[in-house]
Nanobody, 125 residues
Framework: QEQLVESGGGLVQAGGSLTLSCAASPTVFTIKGARWYRQAPGNQRELVATVTTDGTMNYADFVKGRFTISRDNSRRNAVRAVYLQMSNLQPEDTAVYYC???????????????WGKGTQVTVSS
């Protein structure tokens, strides 16, 4: 069973916006640190943005000022989703976007590193 499920990808014109979601399955208690990666055809997978357990965010230079990573903090003791808000999208942002996170399956277990299957983002010029 998938432990992380991405959604929100699609086709958008240059200059447009999309928000990607990475939702934890019911088998996950909480998401700890999380990262968004992307991979364009013929290219290696590259790191786009990170959010640490304490909420510190970091971005690749090529998305700074355009993308924002965030966590769903609506629950006091668990993070159940991570988001990537993308604005001013450009054709070079076209890629499959993957969510990667350290998750706890229960409060007393160790963290596991898991990946989602990805969501396609296509930006037309």
């Amino acid at each position: 069973q998938e432990q992380l499920v991405e959604s929100g990808g699609g086709l958008v014109q240059a200059g447009g916006s999309l928000t990607l979601s990475c939702a934890a399955s019911p088998t996950v208690f909480t998401i700890k640190g999380a990262r968004w990666y992307r991979q364009a055809p013929g290219n290696q997978r590259e790191l786009v943005a990170t959010v640490t357990t304490d909420g510190t965010m970091n971005y690749a230079d090529f998305v700074k000022g355009r993308f924002t990573i965030s966590r769903d903090n609506s629950r006091r003791n668990a993070v159940r989703a991570v988001y990537l808000q993308m604005s001013n999208l450009q054709p070079e942002d076209t890629a499959v976007y993957y969510c990667n996170a350290n998750v706890l399956r229960d409060p007393f277990d160790r963290a596991y590193d898991v990946w989602g299957k990805g969501t396609q983002v296509t930006v037309s010029s």
